[in-house]
């Protein structure tokens, strides 16, 4: 940034002495000038800065919510809600179970959010027992 700086106001003094003086000196000879002081490459760096807007994209993963679901209505109130989130896949309910499965590139914890939004405060995330405690 400083470099930019001080390139910017050498700019500008030149022009302005071109400007005033009655020798007028071309700003572009000037800036000529500065770069090869600073080096091309640099010089134009300032100017040409790239930054990368692209995330990286979320893995494929699966969430297994335990929430409970006495009727009809609580069971679609749940998937339209979780189907609704941005990379969803597939959502299965299993009311008997008082399970949510969901698959896509999503956060867990944005998909337990978005559940307990419908009124579902007490759901968690499905309980997992290691295979060898079984």
């Known amino acids: 940034m400083y470099a930019y700086d001080q390139t910017h106001s050498a ?3 030149a022009w302005q002495v071109g ?3 009655s020798t007028a000196v071309d700003p572009l000879l000037a800036l000529g000038k500065i770069a090869k002081k600073m080096g091309a490459l640099d010089y134009l760096s300032n100017f040409c800065t790239v930054t990368s807007t692209r995330t ?3 893995a494929m993963q699966t969430t297994e919510i335990k929430v409970r679901m006495d009727c009809d209505g609580c069971e679609r109130r749940v998937r339209n809600a979780v189907s609704s989130i941005k990379g969803v896949k597939s959502v299965e309910v299993n009311r008997k179970e008082s399970r949510v499965v969901v698959r896509g590139y999503v956060d867990p ?3 337990l959010k978005r559940v307990r939004s419908t009124g579902k405060v007490r759901a968690q995330f499905w309980p997992y027992v290691e295979q060898h405690l079984v």
């Open 11 to 13: 700019l500008l003094k």
């Open 19 to 21: 400007t005033t003086s």
């Open 56 to 58: 990286k994209q979320k």
């Open 109 to 111: 914890k944005k998909v």
